[in-house]
């Protein structure tokens, strides 16, 4: 989708909002109308007041004080509806219009500039069509096994569940408390562990809670970046940027692309400043801190081992195990 019709899409959601709101308060009025008939004269009352000015405005006499009348008239009226609802049994805004949003009114603007809801709403979008093609659905909490996890021997494979079970229980909370300001992951550990398992699973359950989560491998988000910095993404996306501000960004299988230098300082841009920000970022790769210190020097390595909490994983290639259990991958 292109920046366009992603706005598109954005603005259709907002107008459906303020449709929505002025259906129900049709609902309420012809309720209250019905229940409340004393109401009922009043709203009749007040449609026709509200004519009145318009005509007293139209026919352009000077008549301020007329005007300033009929509206003390209405704010009287107003206060007797609010009373008679509230001894009904209503609350006093009953027949208000509710908004999604106050500061708009569902409009998206607020002087012609964006608000806050419609650029929330567009980021939304945004990471859904980029999460679309992730097996993101496929992993989940209910999903992990702990018996999966082997050591050679039995004190060795004893060990090993005690170790992921406490970064399971770490992962799970990490989920269920998340906000803007929750920590950093690095999961780091051999092949075919959990990591990339757990990362979906935490990923799911914060993009339920409404939370703007962009997942995807950092091979595949570079090239994409690439691609639009030297121009050869008409699209006009700025992967880059939704990449620096998304809730949060789990990079999976760190380590998978080349040592360019474009690769490498793009990754140290998005890592820096979404540090500043203090927005969090979950980071997998099975590399160790030798080959990582290799790959991206000394800048990135100390970030990502000092304010990133490790989590690392053990345990035999699950892929394996399923394996020679005759399971399906
Ligand atoms: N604890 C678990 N319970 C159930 N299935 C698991 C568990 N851990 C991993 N799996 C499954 O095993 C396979 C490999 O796991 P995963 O892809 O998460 O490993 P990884 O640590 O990300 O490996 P890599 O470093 O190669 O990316 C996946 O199909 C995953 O769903
Ligand atoms: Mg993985
Ligand atoms: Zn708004």
Avoid: W
């Avoid at 799911?204 to 703007?212: D, F, H, I, P, R």
């Avoid at 990079?251 to 690769?263: A, I, P, R, W």
């Avoid at 203090?278 to 970030?303: A, F, H, Q, V």
């Amino acid at each position: 989708m292109t920046n366009k019709m992603i706005l598109n899409v954005a603005l259709e959601e907002i107008h459906h909002r303020r449709n929505m709101g002025n259906a129900e308060n049709n609902m309420h009025f012809e309720e209250i109308n019905r229940k409340i008939p004393e109401i009922g004269e009043i709203n009749s009352q007040l449609a026709k007041t509200g004519m009145e000015i318009m005509g007293i405005i139209k026919s352009g006499e000077n008549v301020s004080g007329k005007i300033e009348d009929l509206k003390r008239k209405n704010t009287q009226a107003q206060s007797i509806v609010k009373k008679l609802l509230k001894e009904n049994g209503y609350p006093e805004d009953y027949l208000q219009i509710k908004y999604t949003c106050d500061k708009c009114f569902d409009t998206g603007f607020i002087n012609h500039d964006r608000c806050e809801c419609l650029k929330k709403l567009i980021a939304n979008i945004t990471a859904r069509e980029m999460n679309k093609n992730s097996q993101i659905n496929l992993c989940s909490f209910d999903t992990f096994n702990i018996d999966y996890y082997q050591g050679n021997d039995m004190e060795t494979t004893r060990k090993y569940r005690e170790i992921m079970t406490k970064i399971y229980r770490y992962c799970k909370k990490y989920a269920d408390n998340f906000s803007t300001e929750s920590d950093n992951i690095l999961m780091f550990g051999r092949t075919g562990l959990g990591k990339t398992h757990l990362s979906l699973a935490i990923a799911n359950e914060v993009l339920q809670k409404g939370y703007n989560v962009l997942y995807d491998s950092s091979l595949n988000y570079l090239h994409q970046i690439e691609k639009e910095y030297f121009g050869r993404d008409q699209m006009g996306n700025d992967t880059l940027n939704v990449l620096m501000s998304a809730d949060l960004l789990i990079l999976d299988d760190f380590g998978t692309e080349f040592d360019k230098s474009f690769y490498v300082s793009t990754i140290y841009n998005i890592i820096n400043t979404r540090l500043n920000r203090g927005l969090p970022t979950i980071i997998s790769t099975n590399m160790n801190y030798e080959e990582m210190l290799e790959k991206y020097g000394e800048r990135i390595c100390s970030r990502l081992f000092t304010v990133y909490t490790g989590l690392e994983f053990v345990g035999t290639d699950i892929r394996l195990v399923k394996r020679k259990l005759g399971m399906q991958n």
